[in-house]
Every structure is written in C-alpha cells, then in structure tokens.
C-alpha cells in the first residue's frame, strides 16, 4: 500500500472549516484514500473515502487531487468534539480483505 | 452503522498470568477482524489477521505464541496474551470487516503489574 505524509498537528477555531491535508504521491491507479479520525482513548472511526471524484457525506468532504497524488479532508464547521487524531490511509479497497496500515496522524486540536 | 464490541474494557493483571480480550461484532458476521495495538503516544500498530475458522496471520515481528488469537465464529474474536509482562501494557483494539469496510471496537486497556 502506497504512503502517505500528513503534518503531526493543526489548530481549528471552532466553527470554523478544517482542512486536513494527506500526501500519498505514491498512489496506486486501484487504491482508495481513506480517512479515520481516532478520539483520546477510543477506537478509529471511519470517517470517508474515495478513489478519484470528490466524496461529501454528513460528515466531511473528501478533495482529491486530479493527479490523485494528494487530498484534503474538510470538516465544514469544526467542533470542539472534532479534537482527534485524524489518519489518511490509502488501501485498495472494493472486493478485498485489504489490512488498514496507520501512519502517525494530525492531531487536530479545535479551539473555542 | 456496524458496531463491534469489545471486553474488558479494562483489565489489570499480574504478570506472568494470561488474559484474553473478546472482540464481538454485534450486528453483522465478520469473516475477517483484525487486532491491533497502541501505545501511549503512538499511532496503531498492526498485529494480526483473523479470519473464521483458519490460523491468524501475524505481522513481522508479532509473537504468534504470545498473542494466540481464534475466530471461532463469524461473530466472536478472542485475543488472549500469554504470560504476560509489563512491556504488554497496552491499549489493544480489534476491528472487523463489513464486509468492505473495517469497523472498530472501544478497545481495551491492559496494564500488567
């Protein structure tokens, strides 16, 4: 499975949009881009993934690059309870038992 | 969405002594979970892949006699860590596959004493 950069950390005002970038320059033509954010002391949570096109759910925004060799997780209006390790994980995906390899994350730390 | 649970949540023991951890995903068959570890500061470390009614597969590096998994049925994974030491301390975390996409369970902490 491909690489992927992210910075170690980000500040948010609460309300306002995060962006969380994600490097994975290395990226396979069949491989998704994944996002999990992990809150202190709890298990991953799936937050959204996609393979080329632009993802939105009721969560977030997933924006990938044309080249796909990066993305960018957006959180629309960022909460206090949005504090968490977010992760980017980029794994082939459709049919596949494929294991979710973790990098080391941003921690993202929204301020009132 | 999928839930999967974990128990203990907590759990603290004398070293030397065994504990196993259940993994349960509560509304769908898993055929594969996976077991992972954390350690304080650090992001989860893949240890083994388990899938219903074969042998786990383990990471590099993993002690398959330390860390015995089974995956007796497509609901139920159990980790359970033989002998164990101080340096097992951890937060350990299952996930289980539905049937694309890895859920997640709450964790458990170990802590040997």
């Known amino acids: 499975d491909a690489k992927t950069t992210q910075p170690p950390s980000m500040d948010c005002a609460e309300g306002r949009a995060a962006n969380l970038p994600c490097n994975h320059s290395t990226i396979s033509g069949n491989e998704y881009v994944y996002w999990y954010r992990q809150i202190h002391s709890q298990g991953p949570q799936y937050i959204i993934h996609g393979l080329k096109n632009n993802e939105t759910n009721e969560m977030a925004s997933l924006i990938i690059t044309e080249d796909r060799k990066s993305s960018t997780l957006i959180l629309p209006h960022a909460t206090l309870r949005d504090t968490a390790v977010y992760y980017c994980i980029v794994r082939v995906a459709a049919g596949n038992t494929g294991k979710l390899i973790f990098g080391q994350g941003t921690t993202l730390q929204v301020k009132p | 969405g999928a839930v999967v649970s974990q128990h203990p949540s907590r759990v603290i023991c004398k070293s030397g002594t065994s504990v196993k951890i259940e993994c349960r995903s509560l509304d769908f068959q898993a055929t594969t979970m996976f077991w992972y570890r954390q350690f304080p500061k650090q992001s989860l470390m893949l240890m083994a892949t388990?899938?219903?009614?074969?042998?786990?597969?383990?990471e590099q590096g993993v002690e398959k006699d330390k860390f015995l998994i089974n995956h007796a049925s497509l609901t139920l994974s159990t980790l359970t860590v033989t002998s164990a030491h101080p340096e097992d301390s951890s937060f350990y975390i299952c996930?289980?596959?539905?049937?694309?996409?890895?859920?997640f369970g709450p964790g458990t902490r170990l802590t040997v004493t």
């Open positions: 388990s899938n219903e009614g074969s042998k786990a597969t383990y």
């Open positions: 996930s289980a596959l539905d049937p694309y996409e890895q859920y």
